[in-house]
């Protein structure tokens, strides 16, 4: 038989490291493609909705609401109505005006820009919005400030541009932004600048107060230091007065002394209406809103800073790893709930990060190595099963490498291997009782004999003992070795016999031994011939087996009855006699080896193999051997064998 090696420990090294390489460019795979990022938007969204927020102060928006558009008439409003409104908030002396307000076009009322410049400059502390849209040609992008007659009347240009994800929500802002540089901050921080909240920034210039399209010069948006946005609350949180009311009132709104006033547009179909992670019930925030949200956040510092695209990988990479600290140390079901917690906590950890630290990392390569570490490395414990089980059935069953084992199922290896396993104890079972056997009764007659013949006293009657002796350890030879045959019997070693024949001759071997006990024979066995397919001998032995056992309890002047009947395709034999029948102590080990072994009481001169012998060959032949009690004394054995 080849050498077949055990699987070595070294394994579990290997698959701990392959594993770890898998997880780890998972991780990585997931990370870099963004391709789970609604995962990462997700537990950003539950982390804005779990974190409690300070209420908004200093901050107030002027709706353009439907109300407004009701009393002073549709959108897109007369730049005279615009300085009228702003004269109205400018009396209530707020810290800066910041206004939503596209002003990009010169339109067709020079008195109305007139206006409109001399209102904020009466106020002195307006910013206007400049614009990131797409020119009409070709779908380039264009930087747009406000007309120059109003941009020179401003105390501040910035963007009101919001970054949306790719499922459309607006979740963060770029601080600067432009065409081929990015040269533009947000609104929100210049009015910050111009309350004095926020010192003015000395890098700042403004490119220009003219329009600037992406060219072969500038060939693209260029944006810097990406913030996500920490909101104040569902739309609405913040508080608003209706331009309107601020128009229609006589006296200065106080809801606006000393606050940054917003002016933008709330009403539906009007401005730009975003989703967000705050969004409930299907209410979107109004841009204007969101613009508000930046400032609070910049003036209180509450951005929160995503980790760069390095240090995401790297964390991603090593939080990917770590199940293996546990994976190889556990058994299923414990491993199973480490990893659940493992993922918990690390679902946890990524929503509570934000609102702890102010950092946000993307969790989904690590969340998606948490998920897989589990299954991942139960395959590759099946697998490392698998190939034990291979081993074991080749060590069990002599075969040599390569042995087709791999077309069994799991299950059916596992059965395999049981099955060899329980033979295999079986046999060493049966060793030990045959050791036991031999000690004693086949050692003690042939040490006796042997004293015998060394007392040089061999009258008649001891040489009658002597010869009784020899004759029960060449009896009990006989019967390993007929034991031996029956256990090593092949199928292509059997014949078609005919079972009646066997039975007539095993009658007629048995009928001096029955005229010594004075013990009638009977027999009822068909003229025809009953085919079928065994071993004469083995067969002719096993009915011997029976026959003397029946005689060996039967009574003088009893009847020993050899019945042959044929019945469902199969030929049934049965041997009954008239005797005690078999105890109850008995009966549980009647065809077991040695069974007159287990009994208080042993039968004379019984070897404890005949029924077992009986029991052997019919299961080699693929029949059946049993033993029916007889009423109101005497027992029944028999043998059912398939026909022809």
Known sequence: MQDIHSPRSTHSLRELLGMGLVLAALALGVSATGWLARVDYFMFDLSQRLGAQPAPSGV????????????????????????????????????AVAMDIAFNEVGDDPAGNQALAKAMRA??????????????????????????????????????????????VARGVDLWEGVGTAGWPLLAQVALQITGWQPPDSTYQPPGDAARLVTEQAPTLVRREPRLL????????????????????AEPAQ?????????????????????????????????????????????????????????????????????????????????????TAWFVALATLSVALPLVSGRWFAPSGAL?????????????????????????????????????????????????????????????????????????????????????????????????????????????????????RVQSLELKDLREIDFGSVAHQAVDAVYESA????????????????????????????????????????????????????????AELFVSDQGPGVSAEMLPHLFERFSTQKASQRPVQSTGLGLYFVHTVAERHGGQAGYEALMPNGARLWIKLPLL
């Open 123 to 168: 106020c002195g502390n307006v910013s206007l919005p400049v614009l990131m849209e797409s020119a009409r040609l070709g779908g380039q992008l264009l930087e747009s400030p406000p007309i120059p007659q109003l941009a020179r009347s401003a105390a501040g240009l910035g963007r009101v541009s919001v970054r949306l994800d790719d499922d459309g």
């Open 515 to 570: 005229q010594a006990k004075s013990v009638r024979l009977a027999r009822h066995i068909p003229d025809e011939p009953v085919w079928i397919r065994g071993d004469f001998h083995l067969i002719e032995r096993a009915l011997d087996n029976l026959l003397h056992n029946a005689l060996r309890f039967s009574p003088a002047g009893s009847t020993v009855t050899l019945t042959l009947t044929l019945k469902g395709g199969q």
């Open 230 to 249: 920490r909101f104040a609350g569902p739309p609405g949180t913040i508080p608003s007065v209706s331009a309107a009311e601020l128009i229609r009132s």
């Open 368 to 484: 998606v190595a948490a998920i897989v570490a589990y299954p991942l490395w139960s395959w590759r414990r099946l697998e490392a099963a698998r190939r034990y089980l291979d081993w074991q059935l080749q060590q069990l069953t002599g075969a040599v490498t390569g042995s087709p084992f791999h077309r069994l199922k799991f299950e059916q290896r596992i059965e395999y291997v049981k099955q060899v396993q329980q033979r295999f104890h079986d046999l060493h079972k049966e060793r030990e009782e045959t050791l036991a056997f031999l000690s004693h009764d086949i050692r003690v007659p042939l040490a006796a004999a042997v004293q015998q013949l060394g007392s040089g006293m061999l009258d008649e009657t001891h040489q009658h003992r002597l010869f009784q002796q020899l004759r029960r350890a060449h009896k009990l030879a006989q019967s390993f070795l007929s034991l031996a």
């Open 255 to 339: 809801a606006l002394r000393g606050r940054v006033v917003f002016v933008g547009a709330t009403a539906a179909g009007l401005g730009d209406i975003m989703s967000t992670p705050v969004t409930t019930n299907g209410a979107a925030m109004p841009g204007v809103e969101v613009l508000a949200n930046a400032l609070l956040n910049l003036r209180d510092d509450r951005f929160i800073v995503p980790l760069g695209t390095a240090w995401t990988l790297a964390l991603s990479v090593a939080l990917a790893l770590v199940p293996l600290l546990w994976a190889a140390r556990f058994m299923p079901l414990p491993g199973l709930l480490v990893n």
């Open 60 to 95: 107030v928006i002027v709706a353009i609401d439907q109300a407004s558009l009701q009393e002073l008439g549709r959108w897109p409003w007369p730049r005279r109505v615009h300085a009228e409104l702003l004269q109205q908030i400018c009396r209530a002396s707020p810290k």
